[in-house]
Structures are given as structure tokens and as C-alpha cells.
């Protein structure tokens, strides 16, 4: 354990992190603390700043760190529906009708009119008790897709439409939420459904689904619990019927009287994307004489010259950004490593996400950032260690370069959005705290309780007294029994009283 306590901290703030970290709750845990001047990076604080710790989501700091420098705060998605063929006077288009992946993880409800991305502080993709999907039509840039085709004249496709994803693959799940991780991503690779039970065990459950697709056929064989059991929900693998379709079983409980959001990571995104579109189609009225379970994916590149149907525009990538680490969305951070790859060195397929650590990389070596004390081997957390210090080095180094106005753009406000809403809501240093949380928890059934094996907060704060600080916060193997997330000892409270305790007193 190593700390510096200097005349740059004041007897008040090492009073405040040692009240915290020596409380007897914490045997067993291991703490790590970096607070240093946002310009220069001079040390003020440090306790095992130079121990390496589970990251969990802060790892997606140097993941939107190499986006916003590499593509560009900006960047935009180009994604287009195009067509191979000739359209004859009768609106039949002699060929396909091919939808060209291009890594845009936001084809969904979260595009807003003003050229911005909406989200919901606690995201869907996470299905805890208060996930709330964006409330727009979620396949409103599908259905303009078809209207797209429309307009150009279709009305009858005579091959079938096909989805190109050969940007990179879409066949594994990221390490948080087990989303597939595709380049084309609709919903962001889900199907919403939110669950009401019946008011006594033993009732039927009611559901309500979106998007309702014949992607999937959902077959229930689950039921209302006892009140206040917990809520068993649970999915079985996609399975295809002899007709064609697909299924998946459902059965678990949800406790009576309640309702929970869940939801289901479809496991063929371009399938998914496929069937949406063709549906799509056909209530613009456009025939698909291949029909809804035609082959999803082309095995062909589509020419550069493929006639242009429609195209979508993303809002600038800032917003993309932003909800990757307003909400910490796992999915989002894993397609935009592999973008980074295919657009920067023309890296396809499984070379992608290489390429884009390697672009990484030398980003961080043009910055002078040593990598000492930092593991990277995804993009959103699941494998991601750093040593405060090395954090805390990386935030200097982002405070100097031409992005940090957009990086501060896209954290978490401390008691006010996104996964740091709940925490320290009546602290002083409230709305002060701009930084990227992350969280990496187990249950723990001998003990009855939860083992958080990482727990992270890192950004920035303007203390009170004006001085412009980053800082670094790690608490890995904290084992606590259930309560509530505004219990002090809460992980996510702790961390924010040390961050409080460097806004009110540094």
C-alpha cells in the first residue's frame, strides 16, 4: 500500500478516504486511489495507485478515447440499402435487395429528430428492475428503409433481400449483457418484452413485445411466483421448426403484483435484421417473392457501385459516444472497436477488432501514455485492468487533446444521469462529478450475498475550491449481503463519497 500525502492534500480529505476505506465492511477488499491536476497530471492523492485492478466498465474511458480521436467526434454511419439488378417498367426488380452493414450500433428508437441520440439513464439492455427502453418506434430506420425502396420504385423483388455484413463478424456475445455482437444492429440486438404478472402465484402471465417480428415465436411456460420471491425469468436457445420458424421457450417466475423489462439478445442479428426488413417491405407493399425465411447474409461483397436505394445517415459520432458511456452499453463499445479497424485500416472480418487495438495503441504512444499498469482485451469491461494511475494518466492526457470537450460531453453526472443518477443524489458534490462507472458483481448463494469482484469510477471533478482534478477510484472483492443501492456501504455510494470528499475538500 503506498500513499502521498503531501501539502497538496488537505487533513479533512485523508480523514474523509480513510473513514472510508478502514470502515470493517471492506476486510477482505482492496482499495485503489489516483487524484491528480487535470493539467499536467502532478499527483495529489494516491493509495495503491500503482496495483493493478479489475476495471469493469471504466475500461470503456480509452475505448471512446480511441474512437472519438481516431474517427473523429464527427464520424457518421453511412448504412444502405441497395439493389443489384434492373427495376422494369412494372416496379419488379430483377435481383436483390441488399442491406450493407456498416457498424452503426444506434439503428433504433434512440435517434431523435435534432440530430441527436436519445437514452434512458438505466438502459434496456441491462434488464434490471428499473431498465426503461427509449420510447420511440425502435424499427423507425427500418421502415425507412422500405419507404426508401418504395419511392425508387419496387414493388416486387424477384430474388430476395440479404443483409452484408462482411465488415467484420457478428457471431460472439460481448462479456457484460451477452449481447451478439454484430455490424448490423437493430434495437441494439434485442426484442423488448416487458412482463406483468397476475396479483396470486400460480397466474398466467401477460406480455408485451416489441418489436413483434416472426423473427421468433415465443412459447410461455412461465408463471406468477409468490410475492416477493424473486424474478426467474429465463430464455432457451433459438430453435428452429420444421416449417421454417423459430422458437424460444420462456419459464421462470415473476413475483405477483409486478412488472420487469427483459431483454431477449436475439442470436442472428442478421437474420433479425433481415426479417424486420422484409416485413417492412411488405407493409409498404412491396413483394419479397423469397420470402420471410430466405438466406439472411450475402457471401459476396457488394460492389462499390451497387445502385443506392436509400441511405441512412447516423447522428455525428459524439452521440454514439455518448451513449456508450452515458448508460454503459456493452454491445455499442464492442462495434465501435471493430469500426475503428475496418475504417482506419481497411480490416474486415476477424482482424477488425486487432486492427483497432493496434490503432490504440499507437494512439497511446503519440499521446505519451505508457501503457504500465493497463490490460485491454475487450472493449466495454469484461477484461479490462488498470491501475489508478495509469487511469489517472490517460484522463491528463485526454484533458489536453482536442477531444476532451466531447469526451466530458458523454460522461455521467454525478446525481443527475445516466448510471451515476442514483448515487450521491443529495451530496454537495452532486452534479460536480463527471466520470465513467463500472461494475462487475456475482451471486454469491453460500453467503446469501453479492461479491462484487470490481467496482470503478473515474473522471473528473472541479472541486469547490476551483482546482480542475482528475481521479481514478478502484474497490475489487467486496462481498456485502442484499440491500439497497442508496445503503451507504453500498459500492457505488463508497465510491462516490471518496469523489465527494475530493470535490468538498481538495
Known amino acids: 500500500m503506498s500513499s502521498d500525502r503531501s501539502s497538496l492534500v488537505s487533513p479533512q480529505f485523508t480523514a474523509a478516504v480513510r473513514e472510508i476505506t478502514e470502515r470493517s465492511v471492506f476486510a477482505g477488499a482492496r482499495f485503489g486511489v489516483a487524484v491528480c491536476e487535470a493539467a499536467g497530471g502532478r499527483p495529489i492523492y494516491q493509495h495503491n495507485a500503482h496495483d493493478i485492478f479489475q476495471a469493469a466498465s471504466t475500461t470503456k474511458i480509452p475505448t471512446v478515447a480511441y474512437a472519438l480521436a481516431l474517427l473523429g467526434r464527427d464520424f457518421r454511419f453511412h448504412t444502405r440499402l441497395v439493389r443489384q439488378g434492373t427495376i422494369d417498367s412494372a416496379g419488379t426488380l430483377q435481383g436483390d435487395l441488399i442491406l450493407v452493414a456498416s457498424g452503426d450500433p444506434n439503428l433504433s428508437g434512440r435517434v431523435a429528430p435534432n440530430d441527436k441520440l436519445d ?20 424499427l423507425q430506420v427500418i421502415e425507412a428503409f422500405a419507404r426508401g425502396a418504395r419511392e425508387a420504385g419496387i414493388r416486387r423483388i424477384t430474388g430476395t433481400v440479404l443483409v452484408d455484413v462482411s465488415l467484420f463478424p457478428g457471431d460472439f456475445r460481448e462479456l457484460g449483457t451477452l449481447t451478439t455482437v454484430s455490424p448490423i444492429v437493430i434495437n441494439d440486438n434485442l426484442i423488448d418484452i416487458e412482463v406483468t404478472a397476475g396479483e396470486r402465484a400460480g397466474e398466467a402471465l401477460s406480455y408485451r413485445i416489441s418489436p413483434l417480428s416472426g423473427y421468433v415465436r415465443f412459447i410461455d411456460r412461465a408463471t406468477t411466483g409468490e410475492k416477493g420471491s424473486r ?10 421448426e420444421a416449417d421454417g420458424t423459430w422458437s424460444v421457450v420462456i419459464t421462470g417466475t415473476v413475483p405477483a403484483g409486478t412488472t420487469c423489462l427483459l431483454g431477449f439478445g436475439v442470436e442472428s442479428p442478421s437474420r433479425f435484421a433481415r426479417t424486420l426488413l422484409v416485413e417492412a417491405l411488405a407493409t409498404a407493399g412491396i413483394v419479397v417473392e423469397g420470402g420471410l425465411f430466405g438466406p439472411s447474409v450475402t457471401s459476396n461483397a457488394v460492389p462499390a457501385n451497387a445502385e443506392v436505394v436509400f441511405e441512412h445517415v447516423s447522428p455525428p459520432l459524439i452521440e454514439a459516444t455518448k451513449v456508450v458511456l452515458k448508460v454503459s452499453q456493452n454491445l ?3 462495434v465501435l472497436m471493430r469500426v475503428i479497424g475496418a475504417t482506419l485500416r481497411g480490416a474486415k472480418g476477424v482482424d477488425a477488432a486487432t486492427a483497432a487495438y493496434e490503432s490504440g495503441l499507437e494512439l497511446l504512444k503519440r499521446w505519451g501514455v505508457d501503457t504500465a499498469g493497463a490490460v485491454q482485451s ?6 479490462g485492468y488498470f491501475s489508478p494511475d495509469f487511469m489517472c494518466r490517460l484522463l491528463v492526457r485526454i484533458a489536453a487533446s482536442d477531444i476532451h470537450e466531447a469526451f466530458v460531453y458523454c460522461l455521467p453526472i454525478m446525481g443527475r444521469d445516466g448510471t451515476l443518477r442514483d448515487i450521491q443524489t443529495t451530496s454537495i458534490a452532486a452534479g460536480h462529478v463527471l466520470a465513467k462507472t463500472g461494475t462487475i458483481s456475482y451471486d454469491d448463494p453460500l453467503n446469501k450475498a453479492l461479491f462484487y469482484s470490481a467496482k470503478g469510477l ?3 471533478i472541479t472541486t469547490k475550491s476551483g482546482r480542475r482534478t482528475a481521479f481514478a477510484l478502484y474497490l475489487n472483492n467486496y462481498q456485502r449481503g442484499p440491500s439497497s443501492e442508496l445503503d451507504p456501504n453500498h459500492p457505488g455510494q463508497v465510491l462516490g463519497a471518496i469523489a465527494a470528499a475530493v470535490y468538498e475538500h481538495l
Open 119 to 138: 437514452f434512458k439513464d438505466y438502459d434496456h439492455s441491462i434488464g434490471a428492475p428499473k431498465a426503461r427502453a427509449v420510447e420511440r418506434n425502435p
Open 231 to 240: 424474478q426467474t425469468l429465463a430464455f432457451s436457445s433459438e430453435r428452429r
Open 332 to 334: 455499442h463499445a464492442e
Open 378 to 383: 475487450d472493449a466495454a469491461g469484461g477484461i
Open 458 to 460: 473515474a473522471g473528473y
